[in-house]
């Protein structure tokens, strides 16, 4: 057990660096069936008494958080329990969110949760934010001890801690087929103290030796989800010839270290910088690698097979996007390839009302809409326009200090006024920046960049006073809907 390597996750709290995912309990009851409760606890038994005592689920892993629950009423302290709250799109109130942590609670057996970590479908819709902030209030509770994310991109990570939200960890696909965290997410997580916890290490098990020298399987040959989905993974890397380089690369590296090509993989993740944890799944009393995963703590990647893994690696073409981009925006790297397992569709951000006239008008709920008599935004015809916005959500001012935080929030919010008319950010052909002060002039451009640079709309920087207490950037922007 002293084999096994641990790190503070947070204050009070330290867990193996191998975390066990349950998250294939789901795709062992996908045909309806139950995973037998009693036995699959007692498959728990074995990882904890060989110091792999943490856990990590979610409240759509079909009955991880029951089974988890049931060890933990037997082994008071003995385990550590990370959960995922994944809700639908859509608002959800404070009583909302106190049921679901409520239930989680519940299944877990527990008067406080060690960490619930949550998902967001889309920064467009600012229901996201009232969610975490619910969070950290029944958090302040007692009735979670520590929170996180799962699939939060650099930019809205940054935004949570800028705006006084305390994360402790970010879950986020991190392999070496997969390197989106490599960048600008391990700086500010090394940054700001948050650890990364890998998923996908494995690819779901592509990282082994029974697929080297393997023909490319059809999906329709696939066993498992996670098969399914980092099979999606490999062909958007760049194919099947480019990840069988790579597996001969780790299988060198495996025999020159005497450990299986999967350890090989998932020791480069645990050597990364930032990464906390990586979450190996187990099939609780059907597949399990105990003893091999246990082996991971027993050596280290040499430099030859590092730079030769590494050489593997740089050919392969980058995953799109940011973290957790592949839950957000095509092209969606699932089982399913979309997002129809997830939920059905998604509501509007806004609220939009009809006239006068022919026009439309989305609504965001600020009490300056009222006041001064506007509209977040208008379509008419073709054309949309969007009101100059600030980093307002509700009573509280989005991103604390930061500039860039707070852009990255009025172009969110500017995203879902236009998706609540039926646009998308992509039809901006128009922007107007405004800025309070010169020195963030630089900082908000790059966002600007970021965020418009692959449509290159029509665009003005003003140096301006801004009115209301802690803005420092607002935003304007035109679209027409083709």
């Not at 527990?110 to 969610?131: E, G, K, M, N, R």
Request: charge should be negative; glycine fraction near 10%; include cysteine.
């Amino acid at each position: 057990m002293g084999n096994v390597e641990r790190i503070e996750l947070a204050p009070g709290l330290e867990i193996s660096r191998v975390l066990t995912g349950l998250w294939q309990v789901a795709d062992m009851e996908r045909d309806g069936g139950i995973v037998d409760t009693a036995a699959a606890a007692a498959e728990m038994r074995r990882y904890v008494d060989i110091g792999l005592t943490t856990f990590d689920m979610a409240d759509h892993y079909g009955s991880s958080e029951v089974i988890a629950g049931h060890f933990a009423a037997g082994a008071p302290d003995e385990a550590q329990f990370l959960t995922k709250w994944v809700p639908k799109p859509g608002p959800h109130s404070l009583e909302d969110v106190r049921t679901a942590v409520e239930t989680a609670r519940s299944r877990l057996q527990a008067d406080t949760i060690d960490v619930l970590q949550f998902h967001a479908w889309s920064y467009s819709d600012p229901a996201w934010l009232d969610c975490m902030f619910y969070l950290q209030d029944l958090r302040d509770e007692g009735l979670i001890r520590h929170l996180a994310l799962t699939n939060a991109d650099t930019a809205h990570l940054r935004m949570l801690l800028d705006s006084g939200i305390e994360i402790v960890s970010n879950q986020v696909s991190y392999s070496l087929l997969d390197r989106r965290a490599a960048g600008a997410m391990a700086e500010l997580c090394e940054e700001r103290g948050v650890k990364i916890l890998a998923f996908g290490t494995v690819a779901g098990g592509f990282f082994s030796e029974r697929w080297l020298g393997v023909a490319e399987p059809r999906m329709d040959q696939l066993e498992t989800w996670s098969q399914m989905k980092y099979k999606r993974f490999i062909d958007a890397a760049g194919g099947w010839v480019r990840y069988q380089e790579l597996l001969q690369a780790l299988d060198r590296a495996s025999e020159r270290l005497g450990v299986s090509i999967a350890n090989v993989a998932c020791r480069c993740m645990l050597e990364a910088p930032s990464v906390g944890g990586i979450i190996v799944g187990a099939r609780l009393g059907q597949s399990e690698h105990i003893e091999d995963t246990v082996g991971l703590f027993g050596f280290e990647i040499d430099e030859e097979s590092r730079e030769e893994i590494n050489s593997a690696v740089e050919e392969f073409d980058p995953i799109p996007g940011d973290c957790g981009d592949e839950y957000r925006k095509p092209p969606f790297l699932t089982a399913a390839g979309d997002l129809s397992d997830h939920f059905d569709e998604a509501p509007a951000p806004y609220p939009v009302l009809e006239g006068p006239g022919d026009r439309t008008r989305a609504l965001s709920g600020t009490v300056w809409e009222d006041l001064a008599g506007f509209s977040r935004a208008v379509r008419k015809g073709d054309r949309i326009f969007i009101s100059g916005t600030t980093a307002t959500h509700r009573d509280r001012l989005i991103g604390g200090t930061d500039a860039g935080s707070q852009a990255h929030f009025c172009l969110d919010k500017i995203e879902g006024a236009i998706q609540s008319l039926g646009g998308t950010l992509d039809d901006v052909v128009r922007t107007r920046v405004y800025v309070a002060n010169a020195d963030d002039a630089a900082i908000v451009t790059r966002v600007h960049g970021v965020r418009l640079g692959h449509i290159q709309p029509a665009n003005t920087l003003v140096l301006a006073g801004l009115v209301g207490d802690g803005y420092l950037v607002e935003i304007e922007a035109e679209a027409v809907v083709d």
